[in-house]
């Protein structure tokens, strides 16, 4: 039996840590990330760009840093080091994370950091210049006031989205991060088997998000669950979950959707399945969504837009009644997201994005199937593109009957 049967001790006893030989992203690959940056910089003609503190400063730089309504983070020029913008107070602490070496530019709590910026741009080269302005970019995920103080001090200069270099980098992933991809996803499906063994009638979905976090320590999370979702009956229907706790019924629906992070690394995997008797409407959906799955992985082959992969898994729902487009019962969201530091991340497998599939891409593989009033099916696996194509990094739900493939 794979639902049911365990006890919470049971279940937790079967799990152990998985992190061994988990080695966190090193100084080298950052090193070569920023030079990988500044080499496409140099090919499209950006002068500088502004990371700001967050996934992307941590990404190049290995300095872990959480954004605030203080301007801290990094420059890098198209040519030369690094330099770091900053508070003067934070100095010493910023040096004490940071993991690629770099000037650290201060400035004190009744001076703008926005001037300095420009005075840094300044002092390595980047001069303004009215007839042919240097190109800046600014990180996106930085908070509007860091543009809006930059940009009336930035005469001479053409500030735009940093996104054009950053997303190039990120989305391209190495072995390396891959390899804590991996690692990170194998962690939460244990905790998905371990979870699914626990269920009995009347537990509440409370005391399921607390066990999975508990699961994912004992596998070697050492911040729990990243996020976790557990909605049972009706309630699945409604992709990010309810304000209410619900009671696990015979005959419920189960979607729990949870992950992780491993050496800032995310996972991120649902699944859907029957707690006690399967009707065969819940059956029949739940086929509907694998087989919309398994379209749209068939789809993800290398130089297809995104796009293209969001249009196979609806063409495949829409020929089991479902839809079409966005509406209801059917897929109300996209199909897929990238992956990686951040849990959402570029490109997407959605109508309008024509980015060309490459390899080291992430995605999710989440083709949901909403019906308001009964119930919803989401499969949501992660694939990374290849040289040869497609690869799951965890397999897709087996069937309804057993979700886990422990019956094959």
């Known amino acids: 039996m794979t639902i049911g049967g365990k006890t919470i001790e049971q279940a937790l006893a079967s799990l152990s840590d998985m992190t061994a030989g988990a080695v966190p992203i090193g100084k080298d690959e950052h090193l070569a990330r920023i030079a990988r940056a500044q080499a496409y910089m140099q090919a499209q003609g950006v002068a500088a760009i502004y990371i700001n503190a967050g996934a992307n400063l941590t990404y190049f730089t290995g300095t872990k840093w959480h954004a605030s309504e203080r301007m801290v983070g990094a420059i890098l020029p198209a040519h030369g080091e690094i330099e770091y913008i900053a508070p003067g107070f934070e100095e010493s602490t910023l040096k004490d994370f940071m993991l690629v070496d770099g000037q650290v530019n201060c400035w004190d709590e009744h001076e703008s950091p926005y001037a300095l910026f420009v005075t840094v741009l300044k002092r390595i080269g980047i001069a303004p210049n009215s007839a042919q302005p240097p190109r800046v970019g600014i990180c996106e995920s930085a908070a509007f006031f860091i543009y809006d103080g930059i940009r009336p001090l930035a005469e001479g200069y053409t500030l735009e989205n940093a996104r ?70 009706e309630a699945t229907a409604y992709p990010h979950g309810v304000s209410y706790v619900q009671t696990l019924k015979p005959g419920d629906t189960v979607l729990i959707d949870t992950g992780c992070k491993l050496h800032n690394y995310i996972s991120d995997i649902t699944r ?11 059956r029949s959906v739940w086929n509907s969504e694998k087989k919309a799955q398994a379209a749209a ?17 609806r063409r495949s729902l829409e020929a089991d009644g479902f839809g079409p487009g966005y509406k209801l019962p059917g897929l109300p969201h996209r199909t897929g997201h990238g992956i990686g530091l951040d849990i959402h991340e570029w490109p997407y497998l959605v109508g309008g994005d024509k980015t060309p599939l490459d390899v080291g891409m992430c995605f999710s593989n989440e083709p949901m199937i909403c019906i308001p009033g009964e119930f919803g099916v989401r499969h949501e696996d992660h694939f990374y593109m290849t040289e040869h194509g497609p690869k799951w990094f965890t397999e897709p739900a087996h069937s309804i009957d057993d979700p886990f493939g422990l019956n094959r």
């Open 164 to 233: 054009n270099v950053t997303a190039h980098c990120r989305t391209r992933k190495s072995a390396a991060e891959i390899a804590l991809m991996q690692r990170a996803k194998d962690m939460t499906m244990a905790v998905h088997i371990a979870t699914a063994s626990m269920l009995r009638l009347g537990i509440t979905t409370k005391e399921v998000e607390e066990f999975i976090d508990r699961a994912h320590r004992k596998v070697g999370a050492a911040a729990g669950s990243y996020f976790v979702i557990v909605l049972f009956g």
């Open 272 to 282: 859907t399945y029957v707690y006690g008797p399967i009707s065969e409407r819940q």
């Open 297 to 313: 992985f068939a789809a993800a082959q290398l130089g297809v837009p995104c796009e293209q992969v969001d249009q196979a898994a």
